[in-house]
């Protein structure tokens, strides 16, 4: 019997200035990890890999090992330090993950997906996992839904997929999602994930409150607007787990475990971050009597009242996200053939002079609008095609699970 003691936080560490007071808030953290006594930590949000390395030499004494999932354009911002070995290590990167165009959101750019990392534990092998799901933006016009609910998918199924090789496996991370939203069902029911403050508090949870670690209103950086429309805050960073086929686990303490402002001692009365840290103690033992691996697997697919429900919602999300899709081409295609008109009307002789101002002005209009035609071209072809191919296949995974006689045969 051992205690696993796991630590998750989005750090919300964006360089260049707009993560306000990020250095001194990174080298805080740093601090309390570092008389901390956790056995797994994931960050999220670490976008600057200074702050990975900053964090990482204050804490090496106490967590050796540590892996920088550092893929897409800008990086994932995920990590992972251990106390214990880390044997393992991959990257799933999301087939969906926003828009290029929505650079004032910047999902697009990083390379947000699933870390993961097969950790020895005291004889036992621990399948972890990190990952930080696209934003939500605007709750009443989440043009995202279809992206997120994509994510949890695949997440929800590497997991279901490759617990049965680990004597615990544990997802932890800023998802995006409350509970009542469709992603945290399919991530819960799907790989029958166990999320570790609502074991613990399963009321509380039945209502949709507490425990809310996103615009919480004693935060410092919780926007006036955030105030109004999320009162108490939201929950929307967790810890969950599964057991493996010769295990069994439960929480015992799942909390919040930082304080509301920094340490007067850094002269910053900030928090930690925009988000709030959760934290939890997992007791992991041997299950009695002889395993069945094989009888594991078909129970994790067995058919559950509740998966189909949240499973059926998931496709008609996907299904609106596809219609979106096909609106977006035509959109796209469309404004692309009259920036095409455009650009070839500027070649008419009304516009040939000898005057260099004039001149110069056509020439950056002409520019401007051959980029125009490039990005709408593609926008309204290759990568809308490629968001409609993985929505499909989406799409076709989540009928298939939706099957009710698939469930029942088992």
């Known amino acids: 019997m051992v205690e696993v003691k796991v630590f998750t936080l989005n750090i919300w560490g964006i360089g260049y200035g707009i993560s306000t007071e990020r250095n001194v808030r990174?080298?805080?953290?740093?601090?309390?990890?570092?008389?901390?006594?956790?056995?797994?930590?994931?960050l999220q949000e670490v976008w600057m890999p200074t702050d990975f390395h900053i964090i990482q030499k204050r804490i090496q004494e106490k967590f050796p090992q540590s892996y920088f999932f550092?893929?897409?354009?800008?990086?994932?911002?995920?990590?992972?330090?251990?106390?214990?070995?880390?044997?393992?290590?991959?990257?799933?990167?999301?087939?969906?993950n926003g828009y290029p165009h929505k650079i004032n959101h910047g999902d697009w750019f990083a390379g947000k997906g699933l870390g993961v990392c097969q950790i020895l534990f005291k004889g036992y092998i621990l399948n972890v996992f990190v990952s930080h799901l696209h934003a939500e933006y605007y709750r009443n016009q989440d043009i995202y839904l279809g992206h997120r609910v994509?994510?949890?998918?695949?997440?929800?199924?590497?997991?279901?997929?490759?617990?049965?090789?680990?004597?615990?496996?544990?997802?932890?991370?800023?998802?995006?999602?409350?509970?009542?939203?469709?992603?945290?069902?399919?991530?819960?029911?799907?790989?029958?994930?166990?999320?570790?403050?609502?074991?613990?508090?399963p009321e509380a949870a039945e209502r949709g409150k507490g425990g809310e670690t996103c615009a919480t209103p004693y935060n410092s950086y919780t926007l006036p607007e955030e105030r109004i429309e999320f009162p108490q805050g939201k929950r929307i960073d967790y810890i969950m787990y599964t057991n493996g086929p010769n295990t069994k686990a439960r929480t015992t303490e799942c909390r919040l475990p930082l304080p509301v402002?920094?340490?007067?001692?850094?002269?910053?009365?900030?928090?930690?971050?925009?988000?709030?840290?959760?934290?939890?103690?997992?007791?992991?033992?041997?299950?009695?009597?002889?395993?069945?691996?094989?009888?594991?697997?078909?129970?994790?697919?067995?058919?559950?009242?509740?998966?189909?429900?949240?499973?059926?919602?998931?496709?008609?999300?996907?299904?609106?996200?596809?219609?979106?899709?096909?609106?977006?081409?035509?959109?796209?295609?469309?404004?692309?053939?009259?920036?095409?008109?455009?650009?070839?009307?500027?070649?008419?002789?009304?516009?040939?002079?000898?005057?260099?101002?004039?001149?110069?002005?056509?020439?950056?209009?002409?520019?401007?609008?051959?980029?125009?035609?490039?990005?709408?071209?593609?926008?309204?072809?290759?990568?809308?095609?490629?968001?409609?191919?993985?929505?499909?296949?989406?799409k076709h995974t989540l009928e298939l699970m939706a099957s009710e006689s698939k469930y029942k045969s088992l």
């Open 261 to 394: 402002r920094l340490p007067s001692s850094y002269e910053a009365p900030v928090s930690y971050s925009d988000h709030e840290a959760v934290t939890a103690t997992i007791l992991l033992e041997d299950s009695e009597g002889p395993s069945d691996s094989v009888k594991y697997r078909r129970q994790r697919s067995v058919y559950c009242e509740d998966r189909q429900k949240c499973v059926k919602e998931s496709v008609q999300l996907t299904k609106a996200a596809l219609k979106a899709a096909a609106w977006a081409q035509w959109y796209y295609g469309i404004l692309c053939a009259v920036l095409l008109i455009f650009f070839l009307g500027s070649f008419s002789a009304y516009f040939l002079t000898e005057n260099f101002i004039i001149d110069s002005v056509v020439f950056l209009v002409r520019m401007l609008l051959t980029l125009g035609i490039i990005y709408t071209l593609l926008m309204a072809s290759i990568l809308n095609k490629k968001e409609r191919n993985a929505l499909l296949g989406a």
């Open 150 to 201: 994509m994510q949890a998918l695949e997440a929800a199924q590497w997991i279901k997929l490759t617990s049965s090789g680990a004597d615990l496996t544990i997802y932890a991370g800023d998802f995006n999602t409350e509970p009542s939203d469709n992603p945290y069902a399919l991530i819960t029911q799907v790989s029958q994930l166990v999320d570790c403050w609502a074991e613990l508090n």
């Open 26 to 42: 990174v080298k805080a953290i740093a601090d309390y990890l570092h008389q901390s006594d956790y056995d797994i930590v994931l």
């Open 70 to 96: 550092d893929n897409g354009i800008v990086g994932s911002g995920t990590c992972v330090f251990s106390r214990h070995t880390i044997l393992d290590t991959t990257f799933h990167e999301f087939s969906l």
